[in-house]
């Protein structure tokens, strides 16, 4: 009995670990083998180190909207092996834990301060307009937050001056871009595919649920 719970209890946040790092993974690779290419050939200027659509900003935000102060956990293994693929070799191991880490806290901790403000129930019904908005402003203060934080960590000398202003914005505009392009490809899969729509659970605001709970008790 004891074995089955204990089962039961990790089975789910590792099969989420296990699917969003593969998505994340995914996309990485698909950035860096194809359009971080594409780019370099056909948009020369552009910096090399900026991709103009990143898709791995797509994942991790739409994760993060989900999965909340999970979404670190479970997108870890995905970075670790997306580090390891793609990583800078100039970069000292603290920066590149610190990159990491930024990578993967940044949004959460933007969408739990969204939580905190806005007391809404956002993931219970994602037709609902005010979603869309909070994901939508999430991801562009996270993508300010993660660009200026990120640039700060590899040029830390530099930090201050008018070609890390434009490093800075193509960063921005390429995770926007990311995350347009996965929201795209996850609305067509859902809208092509009925079934999988039924079968996909999301997570709620406990406190919204809590308060609705508290007034429908009050009432006589």
């Known amino acids: 009995m004891t074995s ?6 990790f089975s789910e946040p590792l099969s989420k670990m296990f699917c969003h790092s593969v998505f994340l993974i995914g996309s990485i690779v698909l950035t860096g083998e194809l359009l971080l290419p594409l780019q370099i050939n056909f948009v020369t ?27 670190p956990l479970y997108l870890l293994p995905g970075t670790i ?3 390891f693929l793609y990583c800078d070799t100039t970069l000292t191991a603290v920066k590149l834990i610190g990159i990491m880490a930024v990578n993967i806290c940044t949004a959460p901790a933007i969408f739990c301060l969204l939580d905190w403000s806005t007391l809404c129930n956002r993931r219970e019904d994602m037709l609902h307009p005010r979603a869309w908005r909070i994901l939508i402003l999430g991801g562009f203060v996270s993508s300010l937050v993660t660009s200026l934080l990120i640039h700060r960590i590899q040029h830390d000398q530099e930090f201050l001056c008018e070609h ?12 926007m871009i990311g995350m347009v392009a996965v ?11 009925p079934r ?8 709620t605001c406990n406190h919204k ?3 609705k709970h508290s007034s429908d008790t009050d009432e006589p």
């Open 4 to 9: 089955g719970r204990l089962s039961e209890k």
């Open 45 to 71: 200027n552009l910096s090399p180190t900026s991709s103009i659509v990143f898709l791995p900003f797509g994942i991790i935000v739409i994760v993060s909207f989900f999965e909340g102060k999970r979404a």
């Open 81 to 83: 092996a997306g580090c």
């Open 164 to 175: 890390s202003i434009d490093i800075v914005v193509q960063h921005i505009i390429g995770y």
């Open 183 to 193: 929201l795209g490809a996850l609305i067509l899969l859902f809208r092509f595919s």
């Open 196 to 203: 999988l729509c039924r079968t996909t659970r999301v997570a």
């Open 209 to 211: 649920i809590r308060r």
